[in-house]
Every structure is written in structure tokens, then in C-alpha cells.
């Protein structure tokens, strides 16, 4: 299986990195810093963690040699103790930095000074099931980066479409190997079989693999759904055989991994299962948030991000709350894109890519009217 990760660092006063999005734009700093001379020495493609720690990200990387570096010196060589040794320091502070951010976003927050009745776009929003606080720093935010008035409320909301987090891609181009972390075992397999069942009727190959599963719960339910819907399953039993599954993923267009509750010992850091996760970056990782639970306790599933390095959150049980604007704290607390959007999973329900629009229809919805935009389309589980 291709590992992305390229764990062979320059050495240093021998060879500068270059780094860039795409690999035209690389070679484009690389033409501004050092001209239209520069010796290349390679390029390479990295995934690496977001600065802020959350997710990761592929760069592209352009080897330019020094022109001061000594004759015969080779940028190949192994790096030298000396470079190991920084390159440990500079990561140690990098997780001291994400270590104090965590722990600040942990400290209870205060009112910072607006006086939400005064907006009625935040009154509303307050209503609705945003807190104070995360409602005084979205449209402090927004007055500050688009100098308009707060109570700006037509402006406000296009802004706010903009700046909700989502993935950039439609249900239907939904490729590659995901993993699904919820942190109760009663919505283990919801989303999983609900996105399985989804994307087979769009015609994609897809495969289920259950992680150690609950042979009385979850595998009659696995094995219903998937000859029901017409698309593959497989069973991992012992966490120690994961690694037998990787030449299967590249035969599917689509691969949904269900994972044990995060409450699972068996998903306790250092595990097996952690590991192989930890050494297949490409996975992408959801975390997988029931919108009916009690966001007072946000700082376990903002732990939960960071140590499986999630990539996204997916939203379920869209229907089970009356405060949905509350996913305004959420997106404020952890500050990760918005996946899919899935409501009443085990019957008829509704299951959808994430879009700023839906977002933001999510989060105005009356307490009493739909949850989304009528007409749209309501399929059974």
C-alpha cells in the first residue's frame, strides 16, 4: 500500500525544501527565491499535520541545492545526528504549542462584551441553541474582517455561508478509505451502513469492514444491509490482522471502516488498532458526532480529534435535537470541516455531503419546521 509519508529530511546547509499546494506553484517559489538557475536536486510529495495540529494535508516538495554548499557533499546521505536532533526539537515544540492551545481552549470562556439581545441575528441564533460565547465571536469576527455593523444581519449570513467548514467533495465522488469514530457503542455501524447503502445505489464498488464487531448486534445487521444493498463486508476479528486487509482497499471505489466506540478499550492509544491508523495517514478519519448529545462535554471529543488526528466531523442524528444552532459551538470548539450530514439512521432518514448551505439551513431551521429545505429527497435506511 502507498504510505505518503517521506520520513528522510534534508540535511542541513546542503539542500533547501521548497514547499507549495501543487507542484507548479513549488516550482514557481522555487524560481522566485533562488532564480531561473536554481539546481534541483528531486521533488517529492509529503502529507503531513495541518499547522494547527488537526488533520493532515499533502504538500509538494522541491530539493534545491545550496550554491554555497562544500563540493562533494551529497544531499542523499543519511542526516547527520546533529539534524536528527533538531529536527526532534522543533517537533516537541510544535506539540507544545497545539498542548497550550488545547488547554486554553479548555479553560471555561467568558463573555467578551457584546450584548447578544441587541443583534437580532445573534438573539435568534441564542435562541436557537448557539451559546453567548460562540455567538459573540462569530460576529466580532465577522465585523472585524468585513468592516460592516454586526446587526448587518443579510451580509452576516453571507459571510457566514462562506466561512462554514466543509469537504470538497459531492456524495457522489466519495472515494478512497474512511473511518468512522463515534465514541458510543449504540451508534456504532449507523452512519457506516447508511453511507454503504447510499453510494452502492450510486453505482460505486463499495466494502464494509468491521473492526472487531459485536457478533450478537452488529454483524446480523452488517450481513442484512450489505445483501439487502448489494455491497461487499468483511470481518476483522483480532486487531493484530489489520494489516491483512490493505490489498483490499485498493480494489473498491469506496472503503467504510467501522471502528469500535471510542469508549473501546480496544481503541485505547497504543493498541493495535491505533497504530495502523497512525501509519496509514491516507485514511480519511471522521469524527462522528451525534447532534442530540450534550455539548457541555466537548472536551472529550476535542481529545478524541487530536489523537486520532481526525480529519473531519460527520453530523448524525440531526433529527434528535431542537437546538440546532448549537452546531455553531461546535464547528467553534473543534475546528475541523463538516463531512456529511445524516439524520434518523436506523429508519427512514436523510443522508447528504456537507455544503455551507445546508450548514446554514441547519443552524436557522425553526425549532418547529423542518430540519432541511423542503423537497429534498428522503431515502429509507
Known amino acids: 500500500m502507498e504510505f505518503l509519508r ?23 517559489l522555487v524560481r522566485q527565491e533562488f532564480g531561473p538557475d536554481a539546481v534541483i536536486s528531486g521533488s517529492r510529495t509529503n502529507t ?7 488533520g493532515t494535508e499533502q504538500v509538494f516538495e522541491v530539493l534545491v541545492e545550496n550554491p554555497d554548499a562544500s563540493p562533494g557533499e551529497n544531499p542523499g546521505e543519511p542526516p547527520s545526528e546533529e539534524t536528527v536532533t533538531d529536527e526532534i526539537r522543533r517537533e516537541v515544540e510544535r506539540i507544545e504549542i497545539l498542548v497550550e492551545d488545547i488547554c486554553r481552549n479548555d479553560e471555561p470562556r467568558g463573555f467578551v462584551g457584546l450584548a447578544v439581545p441587541e443583534n437580532p441575528l445573534g438573539e435568534f441564533l441564542v435562541r ?39 469537504g470538497d467533495d459531492l456524495l457522489a465522488d466519495y472515494s478512497g478509505t474512511h473511518a468512522f469514530l463515534v465514541e458510543h457503542g449504540g451508534d456504532r455501524l449507523d452512519v457506516v451502513l447508511h453511507l454503504a447503502r447510499k453510494m452502492s445505489g450510486l453505482g460505486r464498488k463499495v466494502l464494509v469492514v468491521s473492526i472487531v464487531p459485536d457478533p450478537e ?9 450489505a445483501a439487502d444493498a448489494g455491497y461487499d463486508a ?31 478499550p480496544a481503541l485505547d492509544e497504543g493498541n ?31 481529545e478524541a480529534a487530536r489523537l486520532w488526528n481526525c480529519d473531519s466531523l460527520a453530523l448524525s442524528r440531526l433529527d434528535g435535537t431542537r437546538r440546532p444552532a448549537k452546531l455553531l459551538d461546535l464547528i467553534d470548539t473543534i475546528p475541523l470541516p463538516v463531512s456529511v450530514l445524516v439524520e434518523n439512521t436506523t429508519g427512514e432518514g ?4 456537507a455544503t455551507p448551505e445546508l ?19 428522503i431515502e429509507s435506511a
Do not use: C
Open 6 to 28: 517521506n520520513n528522510t529530511p534534508p540535511v542541513d546547509g546542503q539542500v533547501t525544501v521548497v514547499t507549495g499546494r501543487t507542484l507548479g506553484e513549488t516550482f514557481k
Open 48 to 54: 503531513r499535520r495541518k499547522s494547527n495540529g488537526w
Open 128 to 166: 436557537n441553541g448557539a451559546s453567548d460565547e460562540a455567538v459573540v465571536r462569530l460576529l466580532t469576527r465577522f465585523s472585524g474582517e468585513t468592516g460592516l455593523a454586526m446587526n448587518d444581519r443579510p451580509a452576516a449570513l453571507a459571510w457566514l455561508t462562506e466561512n462554514l467548514g466543509t
Open 217 to 225: 448486534r452488529h454483524l446480523p445487521r452488517l450481513r442484512a444491509r
Open 234 to 264: 468483511a470481518v476483522v476479528r483480532d486487531p493484530d490482522q489489520l494489516q491483512e486487509i490493505e490489498e483490499l482497499l485498493d480494489r473498491y471505489d469506496l472503503v467504510l471502516l467501522d471502528l469500535p466506540a471510542l469508549t473501546d
Open 272 to 302: 493495535p488498532i491505533h497504530k495502523w491508523l497512525g501509519s496509514n495517514l491516507h485514511v480519511q478519519r471522521h469524527l462522528q458526532v451525534p447532534m442530540d448529545r450534550d455539548f457541555m462535554d466537548l472536551a472529550d471529543l476535542r
Open 350 to 353: 436523510y443522508l447528504e455531503a
Open 359 to 377: 450548514l446554514l439551513d441547519r443552524v436557522l431551521s425553526s425549532k418547529e419546521g423542518p430540519m432541511f429545505k423542503p423537497g429534498l429527497e
